[in-house]
């Protein structure tokens, strides 16, 4: 069986999202209502999208994206929805880690939304693999 090279792997992309929460039971609210509007009508790119709450005060978000055009297309979506607005009204965004390098058209997103000083990319994927 041959293995698959890094080049293989590296168009996934995983983003791990980390919160400061103003109000745990608001986030956990706006969570499970748009983790159900991406499901149903996000972009289906979008391979996996879950929150976690560490406690009352940090919650977490590990998305897994197809590739730099599905992680366009979600924000393209989803950041004009209530259910976004909902998230955000209830959880300052402190961190982003990117496991990947960004594309161009990615980082411009990344301009545009002010990430940049909360954004670490994690780099380009050289080893592994997925089952």
Not at 80 to 107: F, G, H, K, N, S
Not at 110 to 122: V, W
Request: aromatic residues 8%; hydrophobic residues 50%; glycine residues 4%.
């Amino acid at each position: 069986m041959a293995e698959a090279s890094a080049a293989d792997a590296s168009a996934e992309i995983v983003v791990v999202n980390r919160y400061s929460l103003r109000d745990a039971q608001a986030f956990a609210s706006a969570a499970t209502a748009l983790a159900a509007r991406v499901r149903d009508q996000g972009d289906p790119g979008v391979l996996s999208y879950r929150f976690h709450c560490s406690d009352q005060t940090t919650a977490w978000a590990v998305v897994r994206y197809a590739d730099a055009a599905a992680w366009i297309g979600h924000h393209d979506l989803a950041m004009a929805w209530p259910e976004m607005a909902a998230l955000r009204a209830a959880a300052d965004l402190d961190e982003v880690l990117l496991a990947c390098e960004p594309t161009a058209e990615m980082q411009d997103w990344i301009d545009r939304l002010t990430l940049r000083p909360r954004l670490r990319s994690l780099g380009h994927p050289v080893a592994g693999f997925q089952r």
